[in-house]
């Protein structure tokens, strides 16, 4: 996908870029030529915690770059599947402030905010 990036990474270079740069959608790795710009994003992603065989998520905002059980930003929610139902809760209005100031939520906690909503409407 071609895509114009006025990112303020890009703001104050010197380089001759060209304007387009191709964009991949799942690493948002940005190619110029031979040079490979990657972003690193925050992310809304599973945080595992729980006994071995008793799994139980907390929903944090994360960098893209830390562990699974590293540190995080914001924790918004909790997952536990070991639960028949009513096992999530989610502050479906911190994670839309989240999302809209670009935080890519993983699929697993795209799914778990749809119920939810789907749960209070």
């Known amino acids: ?28 790795e940005a190619v110029c030529g031979r040079t490979t710009f990657i972003f690193d994003m925050v992310k809304i992603r599973l945080r595992r915690e729980g006994a071995k065989g008793r799994p ?27 639960k028949e139902e009513g096992g999530t809760t989610i502050d479906l209005e911190k994670a839309d402030a989240w999302i809209g100031k670009g935080a890519q939520p993983s699929e697993t906690v795209l799914n778990l905010i749809k119920k939810a909503r789907r749960a209070t409407a």
């Open 1 to 28: 996908m071609k895509q114009n990036l006025d990112f303020p990474l890009f703001q104050g270079i010197s380089l001759a870029l060209p304007q387009t740069f191709e964009l991949s959608h799942r690493t948002r």
């Open 56 to 82: 139980y998520y907390r929903i944090v905002v994360a960098d893209g770059r830390a562990r699974r059980e590293g540190a995080f930003i914001e924790m918004i929610g909790t997952y536990d599947p070991m």
